[in-house]
């Protein structure tokens, strides 16, 4: 017995032992958690149950220079549907007539809709899609839709916003206004105004502190924000949606015609540099459709062909190596230099011709001649000029992916003894089509060099943030003198020159066609194809706006491949669009210009008028103003019936005059 009573005690020391170790451990651990680790789980906890919410700022709007909405932001929703939150009875009650409602705005079948309704429950969805891209209105009525009403808990929906960027005009310009697109690799690759002007398109997201609650739901701990949002400012920009609709259509009207592969066109104010339109249209090869896929006119960079032939001339008259007046003879339209060929495109040159004829008719040989003769020893002299108008460097426009420019250095090691003379023609040079407006942009604007402004001004509501006046990249690229002669040769190109199928008496324009050989160095020749161009600026005598027209490969099947051909009938119609059609046009020109008609039936009335009637006056054939004037200057009263001229008179002229009598004419 006392043996068994002596096992028992042992039993009861060692459970004892036991829960003492366990007290001591719970007792570290407790010590552990307090002292040690108390900092983490606190923090832990905390973070569980008490989290920073971000408050999107919202996001400015872009305009253009007239006040249309170019880019805004719009709520965007999707919709899901937990399929077992409703009650059996709610669901089956409601289904059908969620199905029908469903079916209705989404365009879609309602027993199609109700059989994946019935699916969904059947298989205890939590999360089945029921439409994506709602705009606000078609998420307020599908609110309200049967079951949907019940809210999130009893009737199932699930709702997820998001902001979406929307263009108003659609794809218009779409590559200039821009938008925060992604890279093949996920990268963020912000494009456009959007993309430049992002720091004040965005503004500053604010913060929240919320606390758990049941049901997974979040409150907030205050009534204040930890931080505010600061909403993004507006951008206006320098487009005009009118101008732009104008260079848009123009441009896609001749790559249909031409069944191009890409092109562009950019119109810029003369005076400050805005940009008044930009379109960049490429050609998708499985649909045939045009659409703004890449901006062309900022990053393709590119030999220009004849367009560059303007440095050429400037430079010469600048140094006074020759003179517009300068003969050179075109030598049967083909030059050589060393082993290598330089042809007109015409078959047998033109003759003898002076050096402004040889730059209206894009004569390759005059030009190139003019140039290799003058500088061949010398042509660092000759790309010093090309430097000073800024045609070897970007633009710095702040837009990702702007083109880089290359213009031979006679200091580079792969200068060789061709490079001066094809230089001379647009070859062995590359530059934007941007950077050869603003060089022609330039010339119409007597010398002074602005550089290219996509934006005006930076704004909060009415409050002007920021303005964005004329940038002066150079305020004289050569002398008055030369300019003047320059001018007066670019609008002879549109009058007599390789321009001429332009020219209307009633419109002047100056400007300078390009022809070019793009990709003949590749695969042998057998990548070749033609860049068609036309730059130039309007109203030639006193420009307001510089234009150029980039076509890149136009279809030669009818031979038809030339400058004035394919570019030139984009740039006459937006002039004469501009000023014909234009509701921006704020000028009335010629207000002292008198009318001949006008003059004579001033000068009829004013004789008449002079006379001293003591008898009822003809007045038939006389306008109805100047008749009703005369008549009531004599004392009659007048009643008229009908608009024009005096066909009839009540009173027979000759009659006497009584003062008060009534007169009633008849017009036509």
Same mark, same amino acid.
């Given at each position: 017995?006392?043996?068994?009573?002596?096992?028992?005690?042992?039993?009861?020391?060692?459970?004892?032992?036991?829960?003492?170790?366990?007290?001591?451990?719970?007792?570290?651990?407790?010590?552990?958690?307090?002292?040690?680790?108390?900092?983490?789980?606190?923090?832990?906890?905390?973070?569980?149950?008490?989290?920073?919410?971000?408050?999107?700022?919202?996001?400015?709007?872009?305009?253009?220079?007239?006040?249309?909405?170019?880019?805004?932001?719009?709520?965007?929703?999707?919709?899901?549907?937990?399929?077992?939150?409703?009650?059996?009875?709610?669901?089956?009650?409601?289904?059908?007539?969620?199905?029908?409602?469903?079916?209705?705005?989404?365009?879609?079948?309602?027993?199609?809709?109700?059989?994946?309704?019935?699916?969904?429950?059947?298989?205890?969805?939590?999360?089945?899609?029921?439409?994506?891209?709602?705009?606000?209105?078609?998420?307020?009525?599908?609110?309200?839709?049967?079951?949907?009403?019940?809210?999130?808990?009893?009737?199932?929906?699930?709702?997820?916003?998001?902001?979406?960027?929307?263009?108003?005009?659609?794809?218009?310009?779409?590559?200039?206004?821009?938008?925060?697109?992604?890279?093949?690799?996920?990268?963020?690759?912000?494009?456009?105004?959007?993309?430049?002007?992002?720091?004040?398109?965005?503004?500053?997201?604010?913060?929240?502190?919320?606390?758990?609650?049941?049901?997974?739901?979040?409150?907030?701990?205050?009534?204040?924000?930890?931080?505010?949002?600061?909403?993004?400012?507006?951008?206006?920009?320098?487009?005009?949606?009118?101008?732009?609709?104008?260079?848009?259509?123009?441009?896609?009207?001749?790559?249909?015609?031409?069944?191009?592969?890409?092109?562009?066109?950019?119109?810029?104010?003369?005076?400050?540099?805005?940009?008044?339109?930009?379109?960049?249209?490429?050609?998708?090869?499985?649909?045939?459709?045009?659409?703004?896929?890449?901006?062309?006119?900022?990053?393709?960079?590119?030999?220009?062909?004849?367009?560059?032939?303007?440095?050429?001339?400037?430079?010469?008259?600048?140094?006074?190596?020759?003179?517009?007046?300068?003969?050179?003879?075109?030598?049967?339209?083909?030059?050589?230099?060393?082993?290598?060929?330089?042809?007109?495109?015409?078959?047998?040159?033109?003759? +003898? *011709?002076? !050096?402004?004829?040889?730059?209206?008719?894009?004569?390759?040989?005059?030009? %190139?001649? $003019? &140039?290799? @003769? #003058?500088?061949?020893?010398?042509?660092?002299?000759?790309?010093?000029?090309?430097?000073?108008?800024?045609?070897?460097?970007?633009?710095?426009?702040?837009?990702?992916?702007?083109?880089?420019?290359?213009?031979?250095?006679?200091?580079?090691?792969?200068?060789?003894?061709?490079?001066?003379?094809?230089?001379?023609?647009?070859?062995?040079?590359?530059?934007?089509?941007?950077?050869?407006?603003?060089?022609?942009?330039?010339?119409?604007?007597?010398?002074?060099?602005?550089?290219?402004?996509?934006?005006?001004?930076?704004?909060?509501?009415?409050?002007?943030?920021?303005?964005?006046? +004329? *940038?002066? !990249?150079?305020?004289?690229?050569?002398?008055?003198?030369?300019?003047?002669? %320059?001018? $007066? &040769?670019? @609008? #002879?190109?549109?009058?007599?020159?390789?321009?001429?199928?332009?020219?209307?008496?009633?419109?002047?324009?100056?400007?300078?066609?390009?022809?070019?050989?793009?990709?003949?160095?590749?695969?042998?020749?057998?990548?070749?194809?033609?860049?068609?161009?036309?730059?130039?600026?309007?109203?030639?005598?006193?420009?307001?706006?510089?234009?150029?027209?980039?076509?890149?490969?136009?279809?030669?099947?009818?031979?038809?491949?030339?400058?004035?051909?394919?570019?030139?009938?984009?740039?006459?119609?937006?002039?004469?669009?501009?000023?014909?059609?234009?509701?921006?046009?704020?000028?009335?020109?010629? !207000?002292?210009?008198?009318?001949?008609?006008?003059?004579?039936?001033?000068?009829?009335?004013? &004789?008449?008028?002079?006379?001293?009637?003591?008898?009822?006056?003809?007045?038939?054939?006389?306008?109805?103003?100047?008749?009703?004037?005369?008549?009531?200057?004599?004392?009659?009263?007048?009643?008229?019936?009908?608009?024009?001229?005096?066909?009839?008179?009540?009173?027979?002229?000759?009659?006497?005059?009584?003062?008060?009598?009534?007169?009633?004419?008849?017009?036509?």
């Amino acid at each position: 017995m006392a043996v068994d009573d002596k096992n028992i005690s042992y039993r009861v020391y060692l459970v004892a032992f036991f829960i003492f170790l366990m007290a001591a451990a719970i007792a570290v651990k407790l010590t552990n958690i307090q002292w040690v680790e108390g900092d983490y789980y606190r923090k832990l906890a905390k973070e569980r149950t008490v989290r920073n919410f971000v408050i999107p700022a919202n996001k400015g709007n872009i305009y253009s220079a007239d006040g249309s909405l170019l880019a805004t932001s719009i709520p965007n929703y999707e919709i899901r549907f937990d399929a077992i939150a409703p009650k059996t009875d709610d669901f089956e009650k409601n289904v059908k007539q969620l199905a029908d409602s469903l079916g209705k705005l989404l365009h879609k079948s309602s027993d199609a809709l109700e059989k994946e309704l019935r699916i969904a429950r059947a298989n205890k969805s939590r999360y089945l899609l029921i439409a994506k891209g709602l705009s606000y209105t078609d998420y307020v009525a599908l609110k309200k839709f049967p079951l949907f009403q019940l809210g999130p808990y009893k009737g199932g929906i699930i709702v997820e916003q998001e902001t979406v960027r929307e263009h108003p005009i659609g794809k218009i310009a779409e590559r200039t206004i821009g938008y925060i697109g992604r890279d093949v690799y996920g990268h963020i690759n912000p494009v456009g105004v959007e993309g430049a002007y992002s720091k004040y398109l965005n503004g500053k997201d604010g913060r929240i502190l919320k606390q758990k609650i049941a049901k997974g739901q979040w409150k907030p701990i205050s009534d204040v924000n930890q931080v505010e949002p600061q909403d993004g400012y507006d951008v206006i920009s320098t487009i005009d949606v009118y101008i732009q609709d104008i260079a848009h259509h123009a441009l896609l009207k001749q790559l249909e015609e031409y069944q191009a592969d890409h092109g562009c066109v950019v119109v810029m104010e003369t005076k400050t540099g805005y940009i008044k339109a930009i379109s960049n249209l490429g050609r998708n090869e499985e649909t045939g459709m045009y659409s703004e896929r890449l901006n062309y006119a900022i990053r393709e960079s590119h030999e220009p062909g004849s367009t560059f032939k303007l440095v050429d001339l400037m430079a010469l008259l600048e140094d006074k190596l020759a003179d517009t007046s300068s003969v050179f003879d075109s030598k049967g339209g083909e030059v050589k230099y060393f082993g290598r060929s330089v042809r007109d495109s015409k078959k047998g040159g033109y003759g +003898k *011709i002076s !050096l402004a004829r040889g730059f209206e008719l894009s004569s390759n040989t005059v030009m %190139v001649q $003019a &140039v290799y @003769e #003058n500088y061949k020893s010398n042509p660092t002299q000759f790309v010093n000029h090309i430097n000073s108008y800024g045609l070897n460097k970007k633009l710095g426009l702040g837009f990702n992916g702007e083109g880089r420019p290359y213009i031979p250095q006679p200091s580079d090691k792969n200068w060789s003894r061709v490079t001066l003379p094809w230089m001379a023609f647009g070859y062995n040079v590359s530059v934007t089509p941007l950077q050869t407006l603003t060089f022609y942009n330039a010339v119409a604007n007597n010398g002074e060099m602005v550089k290219p402004l996509f934006v005006s001004e930076i704004k909060e509501w009415n409050t002007s943030i920021k303005k964005f006046d +004329k *940038i002066v !990249l150079n305020p004289k690229i050569c002398s008055q003198e030369t300019i003047d002669k %320059v001018k $007066a &040769v670019l @609008e #002879n190109v549109v009058k007599k020159g390789t321009g001429a199928k332009l020219y209307s008496k009633d419109f002047s324009m100056a400007g300078k066609t390009g022809t070019a050989q793009v990709n003949y160095a590749k695969a042998g020749g057998a990548e070749k194809y033609y860049s068609s161009s036309f730059v130039g600026y309007f109203p030639a005598d006193q420009p307001k706006y510089s234009c150029i027209v980039v076509v890149h490969r136009p279809n030669t099947a009818k031979n038809n491949y030339y400058g004035a051909d394919v570019a030139g009938p984009v740039f006459k119609r937006i002039a004469q669009k501009i000023f014909t059609d234009s509701p921006t046009t704020n000028e009335i020109k010629n !207000l002292n210009r008198k009318i001949q008609k006008q003059e004579g039936n001033y000068d009829s009335y004013f &004789v008449k008028a002079q006379k001293k009637f003591k008898s009822i006056p003809n007045v038939k054939g006389m306008p109805g103003m100047d008749a009703v004037a005369l008549l009531e200057n004599l004392g009659l009263r007048v009643r008229v019936v009908g608009m024009g001229k005096v066909k009839k008179q009540s009173l027979t002229a000759g009659e006497s005059l009584a003062k008060n009598a009534t007169i009633v004419l008849e017009l036509s």
